[in-house]
């Protein structure tokens, strides 16, 4: 069946650190990808999307690349800030709905 | 804008209490969703609806009933509540057509103790 695995957190890094977050999925056919993020106390919101192989999603200086070769999304920004902390899930589009990741909090510090 | 608006923000039941969350989208999105998050497990789909008088059970249905007599509201009811239906619920809607029908406009959520 369709699923994604995430990495499992908390990530803790320091402001201006590099982050990746892993992703791979297990999927029939080609599914859309995409990575959510949800903020203390808020509902998920969309952050970037990938609908083909080797489309790159990107968006507030987080960037993913949709490898078919490896099913990898895996999530990435050059320089964290503190106001990234949060929970970041993987999901892939089967059929009508979105299937989620468990999620990875990430925790930045100053 | 509103956006996906959930009511109520948190409540507490007792064992074999019945309950309706509420969920209104003035998006007028085709689809809707409603999700369970427990700690560490991301989230789980209980129900989904195509379109106004169509829903269809996702991958954690028992327990739980909703109906689509409007495409802006999607109610989700609890009939008998139990601990293990403890969680947050989330409600979704999206666009049903085109590239961006994998975009989902979550509300709040919906803190829910069964004791």
């Known amino acids: ?30 599914p859309s990808l995409f990575w959510y993020v949800q903020y203390p106390g808020e509902g998920l919101q ?7 192989a080797d489309d790159k999603g990107s968006n507030k200086g987080f960037e993913a690349t949709y490898r078919k070769e490896t099913t990898s999304f895996h999530l990435e920004k050059g320089s964290v800030q503190v106001s990234d902390s949060a929970v ?18 990430l925790s930045v510090s100053s | 804008n509103a956006g996906v608006t959930q ?31 427990d700690p560490g497990m991301g989230l789980k789909l209980i129900y989904y609806s195509v379109g106004a008088g169509i829903t269809d059970k996702g991958e ?17 009811r609890l009939e008998l509540a139990a601990p293990s239906q403890t969680s947050v619920y ?15 406009f979550f509300g709040e959520g919906s803190r829910l103790t069964v004791l």
């Open chain 2, 60 to 76: 954690v249905p028992n327990g739980y009933n909703v109906s689509r007599s409007t495409t802006e509201d999607f109610p989700l």
């Open chain 1, 1 to 30: 069946g369709n699923s994604v695995t995430q990495m499992e957190g908390p990530v803790t890094l320091s402001e201006e650190a590099f982050l990746t977050i892993n992703c791979t999925y297990t999927a029939t056919g080609y």
């Open chain 2, 7 to 37: 009511t109520p923000k948190f409540r507490i039941l007792k064992i074999g209490q019945s309950m309706t969350l509420q969920c209104t989208q003035d998006m007028n999105h085709n689809y809707m969703y409603w999700y369970r998050q």
């Open chain 2, 90 to 104: 989330f409600c979704a809607s999206s666009y049903s057509k085109g590239v961006n029908t994998g975009e989902l």
């Open chain 1, 46 to 52: 969309l952050l970037l999307k990938a609908t083909k």
């Open chain 1, 88 to 105: 970041y899930f993987c999901a892939l589009k089967a059929g009508t709905a979105l299937i989620f990741g468990k999620g990875t909090t």
